[in-house]
């Protein structure tokens, strides 16, 4: 079964320190999302890709956050710099069609910022 | 924009009893309504979908009914056995301030052997 690929699987960096996640979705797959998941709280989506194109970032913190997905493939969220409260899984997720289907989501990345 | 609302946030049956965990939208337009779950640890899966020309779906020991002029819609688990203990997240589409599935809150099933 065809997985969405995420690195790393833990992170723990320092409070305004930079981080960066990455995301290799099926192969095929246009649409890419990132969402972040606090413990005991359903995933909220941070930001949708269709191929390179940046559909949905209206939840994205953009003064501390960003992402790139540079050749509509693999893409990377990066934190700078990070806070406390950035403290959660990131999960990242992919679709064939977009958000009328179902996704698949990786395995996620814990950050933990001390 | 969409906001989904799920409830019990935590439920525990008996093994072999049925579980049915709740769940409300705002979005009218919302035409879209998947399930995952997410064992301890692990990513979340998706299960089962319905989407909005459909009342009822059902696969195996699990179903989905929605209730399209109430914007509710509600996830069935018969049977139950200790390895459907897990958290249960509903989830709604919404093309309204932007294209995005927003996730409920979480139901975590407890089923005791």
């Known amino acids: 079964e065809a997985e969405v690929a995420q690195s790393p699987r833990y992170k723990i960096t320092e409070k305004s320190q930079a981080v960066a996640f990455w995301c290799d979705p099926i192969?095929?797959?246009?649409?890419l999302y990132w969402y972040r998941q606090i413990l005991g709280q359903g995933p909220e989506l941070l930001v949708q890709?269709?191929?390179?194109?940046?559909?949905?970032d209206s939840q994205l913190p953009k003064d501390r956050f960003s992402a790139e997905r540079l050749k509509g493939v693999d893409s990377t969220l990066k934190i700078q710099p990070a806070e406390l409260g950035d403290s959660a899984m990131y999960l990242c997720a992919s679709s064939r069609f977009g958000q009328d289907y179902g996704y698949t989501f990786g395995s996620g990345t814990r950050l933990t910022v001390v | 924009g969409e906001n989904v609302e799920q409830h019990p946030s935590t439920l525990s049956v008996q093994e072999g009893d049925s579980a049915v965990i709740k769940c409300t939208y705002s979005d009218s337009a919302s035409n879209y309504f998947p399930w995952y779950k997410q064992e301890l640890g692990k990513r979340p899966q998706l299960i089962i979908d319905?989407?909005?020309?459909?009342g009822e779906k059902k696969d195996q020991r699990i179903a989905v009914t929605l209730n399209k002029t109430a914007k509710h819609f509600s996830l069935h688990i018969t049977e139950t056995q200790p390895e459907d203990s897990a958290v249960y997240f509903c989830a709604a589409n919404s093309n309204t301030g932007g294209f995005k599935t927003i996730f409920g809150a979480g139901t975590r099933l407890f089923v005791k052997a």
């Open positions: 192969s095929g797959h246009a649409t």
């Open positions: 319905i989407r909005s020309n459909v």
């Open positions: 890709f269709q191929d390179e194109s940046v559909v949905d």
